[in-house]
Nanobody, 118 residues
Framework: QVQLVESGGGLVQAGGSLRLSCALSGNFFSINAMGWYRQAPGKQRELVAAILRDGRLNYADSVKGRFTISRDNAKNTVYLQMNRLKPEDTAVYYC????????????WGQGTQVTVSS
């Protein structure tokens, strides 16, 4: 059973910083990608940032230059450093893992709220 446990959300003023963590546990052969998505009220879930197995990084245009995704392979943990936060970054942030075991599939964390006040 694969589990993703997120931490690090909260309330911050515009211009501030937060760091999200997501720890992966369970049985799997390989991690194809890990990343962060977010969903604001009334909007669709969108990709924020992802790190692929080969180390390539993907970022949404809206966060480029402000957010940094990184991983600790020894801990199976991915981080999202969010700087210069804006009110429009307010959303529930979900960790995602693309895992290969018996089959390849996506797993999701429970979500963590990030609120940026103006």
């Amino acid at each position: 059973q694969v589990q993703l446990v997120e931490s690090g959300g909260g309330l911050v003023q515009a211009g501030g910083s937060l760091r999200l963590s997501c720890a992966l546990s369970g049985n799997f052969f390989s991690i194809n990608a890990m990343g962060w998505y977010r969903q604001a009220p009334g909007k669709q879930r969108e990709l924020v940032a992802a790190i692929l197995r080969d180390g390539r990084l993907n970022y949404a245009d809206s966060v480029k230059g402000r957010f940094t995704i990184s991983r600790d392979n020894a801990k199976n943990t991915v981080y999202l450093q969010m700087n210069r936060l804006k009110p429009e970054d307010t959303a529930v942030y979900y960790c995602n893992a693309d895992i290969s075991y018996v089959v390849r599939r996506d797993y999701w964390g429970q979500g963590t709220q990030v609120t940026v006040s103006s």
